[in-house]
C-alpha cells in the first residue's frame, strides 16, 4: 500500500514525541542553561524555548520524512505530522517573541553559522544512521550555537560569545567520543582511550588559548580538568562497571557542574 494509511492499528506516541538519543537533552540543556545564568532576557528564555522545540522536532519530522520518502503513510506518519504541527507552530511562536524583544538581529549569526549542520544530521538520520560520531558530533556543536545567542541578546560581545560556543564544544565534543568508547567498553568490545583523551586534550589546549586571549574565566580550567579526570579514570581498568543508563545520568551531572564552573568564573 503507497497511497492510503497501512492496516497498522497502534503507535508508541512516546517513540514518536520524544528524541530517541537521551544525550539529546543534555545538547539542549547544558547551552540553555549556560546562556541563561549569565545574561537573563525575556528573549533569550524564548530562544530557549525555540531550543527545545528544536530538539523536540527532529524525531517525528525524521520519522515523517523517511515515510514521505518510502511513498507510505503508516498510522506513525500521521501522529508525526501532527506532532512536527505543533512543535513547528511553538518554534515559530517562540522566535517571534525573540525577534520581537531582540535589540536587534546579532543573535541569528550563530545558529546560521552552524545551519550546515542540520543538513548532515538529518543526512545521517535518513539513512538510519543518526547514532554515528558525525551526526552526533553535529548535533552537539549545533545545539551549543543557543548559549551565544542567548548572551548576544543581552549586549554580549562578539569575542565574548564565540569564545562561549568553543567552551561548550570543548565540553560536548570530547564527551560524545568519551561516552562511545566507555559503552565499547562496557560492553565487552575492543576500545582504544587514545581517541578520547586527544579530544580531551586538545579541548583543554583550546580553552587555554581562550583564557589567555582573556575570552574566557580560568574556571574554564578547572572544569575541563574535571572532565579529564572523568575520562582517565572512565576508560581505566581501575573504573568500576556500570550500565549505559547510569552513565548517561553521570553525564547530566557533569554536564551540569561543568556549567557551573564556567557560570561562577564569569
Not at 579530544?199 to 579529564?228: D, F, Y
Request: glycine share 8%; aromatic share 8%; hydrophobic share 55%.
Amino acid at each position: 500500500m503507497t497511497a492510503g494509511i497501512s492496516s497498522k492499528s497502534s503507535v508508541n506516541i512516546k517513540t514518536i514525541a520524544l528524541p530517541a538519543q537521551h544525550g539529546g537533552w543534555g545538547f539542549w540543556l547544558e547551552p540553555t542553561l549556560a546562556g541563561l545564568l549569565l545574561a537573563w532576557s525575556l528573549p533569550g528564555l524564548a530562544l530557549g524555548i525555540a531550543g527545545l522545540m528544536v530538539l523536540l522536532l527532529h524525531q517525528p519530522l525524521r520519522i515523517y520524512l523517511k515515510d514521505i520518502r518510502k511513498g507510505k503513510r503508516y498510522e506513525r506518519t500521521i501522529v508525526a505530522e501532527r506532532f512536527v504541527l505543533i512543535y513547528g507552530a511553538i518554534l515559530l511562536l517562540t522566535m517571534m517573541v525573540t525577534i520581537l524583544n531582540a535589540p536587534n538581529l546579532a543573535f541569528l549569526l550563530p545558529p546560521f553559522l552552524a545551519l550546515p549542520l542540520v543538513a548532515i544530521q538529518l543526512h545521517y538520520e535518513l539513512k538510519n544512521q543518526g547514532r554515528e560520531l558525525i551526526p552526533e558530533l553535529a548535533g552537539a556543536v549545533l545545539f551549543g550555537a543557543i548559549a551565544p545567542s542567548i548572551v548576544l541578546l543581552a549586549g554580549w560581545e562578539w569575542g565574548a560569545a564565540l569564545a562561549l560556543w568553543a567552551a561548550l564544544v570543548a565540553r560536548s565534543v570530547p564527551s560524545i567520543v568519551y561516552v562511545r568508547a566507555r559503552l565499547r567498553l562496557e560492553h565487552g568490545k575492543t576500545m582504544s582511550a587514545l581517541p578520547a583523551l586527544s579530544a580531551h586534550g586538545l579541548a583543554l589546549v583550546l580553552l587555554i588559548i581562550l583564557v589567555m586571549l582573556h575570552q574566557l574565566p580560568v574556571a574554564s580550567l578547572v572544569a575541563m580538568a574535571l572532565l579529564i579526570t572523568r575520562c582517565a579514570y572512565g576508560l581505566s581498568r581501575f573504573r568500576q562497571h556500570s550500565p549505559a543508563k547510569i552513565i548517561g545520568f553521570q553525564e547530566i551531572a557533569l554536564g551540569i557542574a561543568y556549567i557551573v564552573l564556567l557560570v561562577l568564573g564569569y
